[in-house]
């Protein structure tokens, strides 16, 4: 009885058996088999993950951290030899004790380069960590059949804080050397500016000078070419202007020939309009002009006569008023002269007795005006002290007592005593 095994792409049917025959190594295919006589196996060529947990080992400077990885690993189905290994190896096993064979070498090697390593070096630079632990691997598995398709790191860590105070301390030397770096960068950005600057502004500057030399050297060309062209074109048209001279000079002169004759003509012409001309005016214009003439010389005299003998009139007119008003001033200053002189001889004979007759018309003004303020004061408050008068009878003898005053005032003002006076013209 033959028996008929079929695999898909993803395993191995390994064939044994029959007098000591090679095993046979069917990928993806089928094979028959011979009972008693042969005997079939399989192996998945499938892609395993394994995660590599590495806890509390001691680095090279002695600080203990874990390390997880994720590696690929599948049974090499492609080469023979690797092939056979595997088979020798794994045959008959189930794929959860090949992932677990996979994963301690994996994990042995991780473990033994992380001991040969710092903290600092794992920690910055995981790729070559990952490298490294791949290329260990890979050459202990691949004598087991097991290639490693890949392997990196996922996480680093540790139970002391370590990796926090180095990342601290990393952060610090990255902020300060990012302000290096950024005020270096600025400097170097602003030297270089100002460098491109003034490549750019010599750049310009020379273009600016070859420009205005290209023009300088144009301009001139164009003048010499402006000089040369206006030079034939002067000859052209000063020749040209010859010829026009002088077939004009030859016309006029034949004009000129046609307008003597005509103007001869009318010369004879004129000469007898002019003398038709001054007879007429002589008769129409001339003699009527000076009749006229003579007619307004003697009007003229005889208003200028006219004017002389008004501005005569008029001035003697004024004369005879400014008389009459110095007259008249002079007779009034006289008359007030006169009346002055004889007031001063009254008060040179009645001098005091006039004086105290004025004192006494002035005196009731005074008077009035001392008690003035009292007319317009709308409230009066009087301090006393108890003794004496109060009241409307002490400021009406208040105002009393300045009256009394007055002769004595006058007295030492004009050295007219008004009591004595007063006292004589009683007696």
């Not at 260990?136 to 996480?155: E, F, K, P, Q, R």
């Not at 302000?179 to 030297?191: F, L, N, P, S, V």
């Not at 002088?246 to 016309?251: A, F, M, N």
């Not at 004017?307 to 007779?331: H, N, Q, T, Y």
């Amino acid at each position: 009885m033959v028996f008929f095994e079929v695999c898909g792409p993803s395993e191995v049917i390994v064939v044994s058996g029959c007098g000591g025959a090679k095993p046979r190594y069917i990928t993806g295919g089928r094979a028959f088999v011979w009972p008693l006589v042969q005997q079939s196996d399989r192996i998945s060529l499938t892609t395993m993950t394994l995660i590599i947990e590495s806890r509390q080992v001691y680095t090279q400077l002695g600080v203990a951290i874990n390390v997880t990885g994720i590696a690929q690993v599948k049974v090499h189905g492609q080469n023979k030899e690797m092939l056979e290994a595997a088979c020798q190896q794994f045959l008959g096993k189930s794929d959860t004790e090949i992932e677990s064979i996979a994963k301690e070498t994996l994990e042995g090697h991780q473990r033994a380069i992380m001991g040969n390593m710092t903290v600092e070096e794992i920690y910055q630079d995981r790729t070559k960590f990952s490298q490294h632990v791949f290329e260990v691997a890979s050459s202990d598995l691949i004598n087991m059949g097991i290639s490693v398709v890949s392997y990196t790191i996922t996480d680093v860590s540790d139970d002391e804080g370590y990796l926090a105070s180095l990342g601290r301390s990393r952060t610090s030397q990255v902020v300060r050397d990012a302000r290096i770096g950024e005020a270096e960068a600025t400097k170097d950005a602003d030297i270089k500016k100002s460098l491109a600057e003034e490549v750019t502004m010599r750049s310009k500057y020379f273009n600016d000078i070859e420009i205005a030399k290209a023009a300088r050297e144009f301009e001139l060309k164009r003048a010499a070419y402006d000089i040369d062209i206006n030079t034939a074109q002067a000859r052209a048209n000063l020749a040209y202007s010859l010829q026009e001279a002088t077939t004009k000079q030859r016309i006029k002169e034949e004009q000129m020939q046609i307008l003597v004759v005509e103007r001869s003509q009318q010369i004879a012409l004129q000469e007898q309009e002019i003398m038709r001309r001054e007879k007429e005016l002589e008769a129409q214009i001339r003699r009527p002009a000076e009749a006229e003439k003579y007619r307004l010389e003697k009007l003229a005299v005889a208003n200028g006569i006219e004017a002389i003998l008004r501005a005569e009139a008029i001035a003697e007119s004024i004369k005879l008023k400014g008389d009459a008003e110095a007259f008249a001033i002079e007779a009034k200053a006289k008359a007030e002269a006169e009346q002055m002189a004889k007031k001063a001889d009254a008060w040179k004979e009645y001098k005091e007795a006039a004086m105290v007759d004025m004192v006494l018309d002035v005196l009731p003004k005074v008077v009035a005006e001392v008690a003035g303020p009292l007319s317009q004061t709308k409230r009066v408050v009087m301090v006393s002290s108890g003794n004496g008068e109060i009241g409307a009878t002490k400021i009406t003898k208040e105002v009393l007592d300045i009256v009394n005053q007055l002769p004595s005032v006058v007295h030492s003002m004009t050295g007219i005593d008004i009591n004595q006076a007063l006292k004589g013209q009683k007696v």
